[in-house]
C-alpha cells in the first residue's frame, strides 16, 4: 500500500470519526412552535393578492382572494415619504398607479390617492380597473379588514437605506398594536432584517429565513453534518430550486419538517408541481393562481 493511499485513509478515517463523534454529541435545534403557522393541511397565500383577477395590492384583489377561500395572503411591505407601511412590492410605482417614482417620495395619502388599477389589463387587453377607484392600501389596513386571515409579511427595503433601517421596530409597533402576533409571519431576503425585527419582537412573531438561511440550512442538508444545523428561521419560503439543487425534494422538506420548520413555496402554478411537492410534504403555496393551487389542494387532500 502507498504512502499517498494511507494518507488517504487515515483522512477518511478521521473524517468518519469526527462525524460519529459530532453525531452521538449533538442534538437537533426543533424549532419552538408558533400559533400562526398551525395549520393541519397545505395552505395557499395569494401572493399580492392574486395578481390576475384584479391589480395587485388593492382592496379589490385581496377581498377577491378571501373570497376563494385562501388561508391568507403573502405580502410585501415599503415604508412611505411620512413613514407609514404601505403594501406594495417594487421600489418604483411606475407600473402600478398613475404617478411616477418611489414609493418614499410620496405619503401614504398621496399613494392612496393615485389611480391602482392604472397599468392593470385583462386577457383582452383591456383596462377594466382603471379610472374606477382603486386604492393601494396600507398594512394597518389589511390587517383591520382581514382580521381571520394569515398574513406573511416581507420587509424589502435593505437595512443599509433609511426606509429599511427603520421598518424593523416600525413594524413590530404596527403588529403589537394590531394584536396580530399570532396571525402573522415576518420575513425578508435580509438576515439581517430578520434578526433585527426579533431583537424587537423576541420570538413572539413567526419569523422567515433570509437567504443567506435558506442557503446554509441546504448545505447542512446536503452535508453529512445536518444534525449541527441550528435553525434561525421559524418557516422558509422559497423557489422550487437553489440554482441547480431542488429545494423542494422529499429529503430536505422532511429536514425542514424535523426541526418544526414548515416550507411554503412561491410562483408554483403548474399542476403536477403542485401535486409532487404536496406528496413530498410541502405546508403550502404563495401564488398568483389561488384558484389553481386551492383546487389541487382540494382535490389531493383531506382538508
Known amino acids: 500500500m502507498g504512502r499517498k493511499t494511507k494518507v488517504a485513509i487515515s483522512v477518511g ?7 460519529a463523534a459530532s453525531k452521538a454529541v449533538a442534538k437537533p435545534v426543533v424549532r419552538e412552535s408558533k400559533k400562526a403557522l398551525e395549520f393541519d393541511n397545505p395552505i395557499v ?15 379589490s384583489a385581496f377581498t377577491n382572494s378571501a373570497s376563494l377561500g385562501v388561508h391568507g395572503f403573502s405580502v410585501d411591505i415599503r415604508l412611505t415619504k411620512d413613514e407609514e407601511i404601505l403594501v406594495f412590492h417594487d421600489e418604483y410605482i411606475d407600473d402600478t398607479t398613475n404617478l ?10 398621496e399613494l392612496k390617492d393615485s389611480d391602482a388599477g392604472y397599468q392593470f389589463t385583462d386577457e383582452n387587453g383591456a383596462y377594466p380597473f382603471r ?9 394597518k389596513e389589511l390587517l383591520d379588514r382581514f382580521p381571520h386571515m394569515f398574513v406573511s409579511i416581507n ?11 427603520l421598518m ?23 438576515d439581517e432584517q430578520i434578526d433585527r425585527f426579533n431583537l424587537y419582537a423576541q420570538n413572539r ?14 448545505a447542512a442538508y446536503a452535508s453529512q453534518f445536518g444534525h449541527l444545523y441550528n435553525p434561525q428561521a421559524d418557516m422558509f419560503q422559497a423557489p422550487e430550486k437553489l440554482g441547480i439543487f431542488s429545494l423542494s425534494s422529499e429529503g430536505f422538506i422532511t429536514f425542514l419538517s424535523k426541526l418544526n420548520i414548515p416550507i411554503y413555496y412561491k410562483d408554483i402554478d403548474d399542476e403536477n408541481a403542485i401535486l409532487s411537492m404536496i406528496n413530498n410534504g410541502a405546508a403550502g403555496f404563495i401564488t398568483s393562481k389561488p384558484e389553481l393551487v386551492m383546487q389541487v389542494i382540494h382535490e389531493n387532500t383531506s382538508e
Do not use: H
Open 131 to 139: 379610472g374606477k377607484g382603486e386604492k393601494l392600501i396600507s398594512l
Open 205 to 218: 412573531v413567526a419569523t422567515g429565513a433570509g437567504d443567506d438561511e435558506v442557503k446554509k440550512s441546504y
Open 168 to 190: 424593523p421596530s416600525k413594524l413590530w409597533r404596527l403588529i403589537e398594536e394590531s394584536s396580530a402576533e399570532d396571525r402573522v409571519a415576518v420575513t425578508s431576503s435580509y
Open 13 to 19: 478515517a478521521a473524517g468518519i470519526a469526527a462525524w
Open 100 to 109: 411616477a417614482g418611489k414609493v418614499a417620495d410620496f405619503t401614504l395619502q
Open 155 to 165: 420587509m424589502k427595503e435593505s437595512p443599509d437605506t433609511y426606509e429599511g433601517s
Open 45 to 59: 397565500l395569494a401572493n399580492r393578492g392574486g395578481l390576475f383577477g384584479a391589480p395587485e395590492n388593492t382592496l
